[in-house]
Nanobody
Framework: QVQLVESGGGLVQPGGSLRLSCAAS????????MGWYRQAPGKERELVATITGGGFAKYGDSVKGRVTISKDNAKSTVFLQMNSLKPEDTAVYYCRLRFYTISNHEEDSWGQGTQVTVSS
């Protein structure tokens, strides 16, 4: 089994910053990609940012230029630095891991989500 432990959400004022972390553990042979998605009330889940095992980063259009994703390979941890936050960034942020098992099966795992609220 794989576990994803998310941290760093909370309440921040518009224009502020937050840093989210997601640590993966368990039966992971190799990582395809790891990253963050978000879902606001009444909206579909959308991409925030992902990063591959090789370090290639992909960002959602709504956050480009304001967020940076990075990773610590040794700790199977991904970080999301979010700056210049706007009220429309308010959502539950979910960590996602796509990985290969030792038997070469590709699997998907999601975290439980962490709330980010941007409000004055």
């Amino acid at each position: 089994q794989v576990q994803l432990v998310e941290s760093g959400g909370g309440l921040v004022q518009p224009g502020g910053s937050l840093r989210l972390s997601c640590a993966a553990s368990g039966s992971i042979f190799s990582i395809n990609f790891m990253g963050w998605y978000r879902q606001a009330p009444g909206k579909e889940r959308e991409l925030v940012a992902t990063i591959t095992g090789g370090g290639f980063a992909k960002y959602g259009d709504s956050v480009k230029g304001r967020v940076t994703i990075s990773k610590d390979n040794a700790k199977s941890t991904v970080f999301l630095q979010m700056n210049s936050l706007k009220p429309e960034d308010t959502a539950v942020y979910y960590c996602r891991l796509r990985f290969y098992t030792i038997s070469n099966h590709e699997e998907d795992s999601w975290g439980q989500g962490t709330q980010v609220t941007v409000s004055s």
